[in-house]
């Protein structure tokens, strides 16, 4: 396959600023070892409104040309089941990834999870090499080393490692505000809330005028909504990085995507709806709408316009308001025909207006176009829209099908706790009468 910067299947192309190899890791693994450079994977998914911003807003700025000879760029849609394994060497728990690959050992020297500007994809390249390297002494050591760990999935020892490297850092040092936000996505990954919100607490003050006030905000938040309600300190975390978070979407921020800000308004109506505040909750999504609305009708592009669509359809139903969202998706489906998301969306909104027959035929499109994991989750939504109409048969008939799709996956793929579950969904769905 040829380099190339073009978007995989269903997805908005993008201009040719780094050369991406798409969907072709051995070609990629031979280039870097024969160039003598690591591997900058970038792991995303059609689906993922994360990944679409990023392809949308910072692959296509032309100040990344200067870097496009420090890397072999690879480009991994982790929905081909041509790249399942792929993803069994470097698995992905949140969409999108970035991994700086080590080509001599085939190992994650560093990953990343989420959004990244410009300025902080800059960092990530420097910080990247140094960990291929290995040669680095002192609190650069010690992130390449917690890079290293994190990499591998080694979440609990990568945690003490970055907040070694945080402790020993001087003043003014440069890659302060990436270890904080690689130090708090490896303590959420273990599930302790109360550590992760209490260190973005204490990080936050230090950050809130750099482009990581969002991740730093929204993730403390997020896990201190999660503390258990025994827990003494979690009121005042919550109190705390909610305000926190308030303070970030209170003015204009064109140093943070978009796509972080809105994310920050969903915590925000999750931290309402929490302190049981239905009016509060409702001023958050009213807010959220008006935003996206705002950042849709900017967008340069119908790639960037799409960008929104997840979030806007994901206002309008929290709103009960499901009809506004049909204009958006009908847009984007004439503008991508190829891709399964506007369908799939259509389908969801027609189902919360109960026009059933529209959400069947949005989702027979979906399905034409849909392919991989994501095939599943599509299936699931049709035979619950079959339940909602009355349909017991053709319900369960989606979901066997959803099953059978979950069992066909590859390994890297393949979730045997998903197929258990989509079992037990079958089991509990009424048998159609004889």
Known sequence: MAASAGAADNAPSRPPVLPFIEDDYARALSEAKTRGRPIFLEAWAPWCHTCRSMRAFVFTDPALKKRAGQFVWLSIDTEKKSNAAVLEKYPVEVWPSFFVVDPATETAALRWVGAATVPQLFQLFDDGRRAVRGSEKGVD?????????YGQKRNAEAAASYRQALEKAPKGWKSRSRAVESLLFAVKKQKDWAGCAATARDAFPSLADTPSAANVAGLGLDCALRMP????AGAGLVAELAADTRRVLSRPRPDIAADDVSSL???LADEREAAKDAAGRRAVLQDWAAFLEAQAAGARTPAERAVFDSHRLTVYLELNEP???????????????DDYNPPSRLALAYEAMKDYEKALHASDDALARAYGPRLVTLLVARSRIYGEKGDAAS?????EEAVREAQALPPGQRSQSQIDSLRARLDELPLPAP
């Open 141 to 149: 050591g010690i992130l390449a080393e917690a890079d290293r760990l």
């Open 229 to 232: 309600k025994e827990d003494p």
């Open 265 to 267: 308004y969903g915590t």
């Open 323 to 337: 009809q506004r969202a049909i204009p958006m998706l009908e847009a984007s489906e004439e503008d991508f025909p």
């Open 395 to 399: 319900a369960r008939i989606a979901m």
